[in-house]
């Protein structure tokens, strides 16, 4: 049952995804989500066609997704807290990142994520053996529950590569954190 959901999810989400409100994803022939399908109590009820921003990010085993209303989903391997969720338990199902605000994009590392608020700040979590979190120097330990990236404001946009992250900011800056190979 479970592999089935991922495939179906995997496959819904590819298929419909835009970059405005009328190309968000939307399967019309999406069956509802049960309760015995799911490990989160907070989607018990939810369809598989409520919409999605068109938003998804996909890592080296795990995928971030947004809903309409701006709150990230994230599911896969989670060894080093990259779902986000305050655990390091890998998930099958889409389980609700916690600490966030309402955001706006996400990307992914190898084994790290961020998040650009709808206030224009950075969120970061997971990996940061290489200080791609943008936390404490010298802290090099994984967090499995998104943190605010101190000293950015304003930004517009952001990126990642395997173990580095990238802000760009509205007055044309760009800032990148983490590993520099």
């Known amino acids: 049952m479970k592999a089935r959901w991922m495939a179906l999810l995997t496959a819904v989400m590819m298929s419909g995804?835009?970059?405005?409100?009328?190309?968000?994803?939307?399967?019309?022939?999406?069956?509802?989500?049960?309760?015995?399908a799911l490990e989160e109590p907070s989607l018990r009820g939810r369809a598989w066609n409520a919409p999605l921003q068109g938003v998804l990010a996909a890592g080296s085993s795990h995928s971030l997704a947004l809903d309409a209303d701006g709150t990230l989903w994230a599911w896969g391997y989670n060894a080093y807290g990259q779902l986000g969720d305050g655990t390091t338990r890998n998930r099958s199902f889409p389980v609700k990142a916690v600490g966030l605000g309402k955001v706006k994009a996400v990307?992914?590392?190898r084994m790290h994520s961020l998040a650009l608020g709808k206030d224009a700040?950075?969120?970061?979590?997971?990996?940061?053996?290489?200080?791609?979190?943008?936390?404490d120097p010298g802290n090099f330990m994984?967090?499995?529950?998104p943190a605010l990236v101190?000293?950015?404001t304003d930004v517009v946009a952001i990126a990642t590569g395997e173990s580095h992250s990238l802000a760009l900011r509205e007055d044309g800056t760009v800032w990148g954190w983490g590993d520099n190979i």
């Open 150 to 152: 101190s000293g950015l």
């Open 107 to 109: 990307a992914t590392g």
């Open 121 to 135: 700040t950075v969120w970061a979590w997971g990996d940061n053996m290489a200080g791609q979190l943008g936390q």
């Open 142 to 145: 994984p967090n499995p529950t």
């Open 17 to 36: 995804c835009g970059a405005s409100e009328e190309s968000s994803l939307q399967h019309p022939a999406a069956p509802e989500l049960t309760s015995e």
